[in-house]
């Protein structure tokens, strides 16, 4: 496989997995490497549409991808995060059966471990381990992202609540001026 301009003989479906889920036992990280498929996307693919069923759990071996979210006609779309190595998406569409919730497009040229919906629905129903490792991985993400809401909940907070105090002085600032025209006149 070509990485950045060379040669990298250690990107493997089995190294990919490992990067990923650290803590599951080698032997379920084997058997998910035996149904995965490794390939390359260049940039600008689009890997998971929004709003669509589609079937493959993906694993980041190199290169990044933008996970975004249609925000209503017109409005455009938010970038939820990016994702690098030992990143994966599209496992919570395959566990709970339902459309994809997010865009996912390449930004740089990537290597992905691809596993098909079958194989990781019977790799996760046969392996606690397999299962495990997948919740830990998902909770660890949910967490950060619950975090990045909240910081950014904060701030909009601290945003309206100084945009409420300009309202305010301007509104004492306008009485201020209607009681003096009122006096003079």
Partial sequence: LRVAGRMNDTL???SILRAAFPDMPASELNEMAAVARLRSYPPGAVLCHEGQKEG???VLGDGEVEVSKSMGEGRGKRVLSRLGPGGFF???ALI?????AA???TVTPITAVEIQRADFET???GSTAVALSIIRAVSARLRVNDEAAIAELREKA???SEAY???EEQERARSEFLTTISHEL
């Fill in 12 to 14: 493997n479906s089995p």
């Fill in 56 to 58: 493959i759990f993906y």
């Fill in 90 to 92: 599209g496992e919570m």
């Fill in 96 to 100: 709970h059966d339902e459309p994809r």
């Fill in 103 to 105: 865009t996912v497009m």
């Fill in 123 to 125: 790799i996760v129903r």
């Fill in 158 to 160: 601290q945003q309206l």
């Fill in 165 to 167: 105090r300009q309202l």
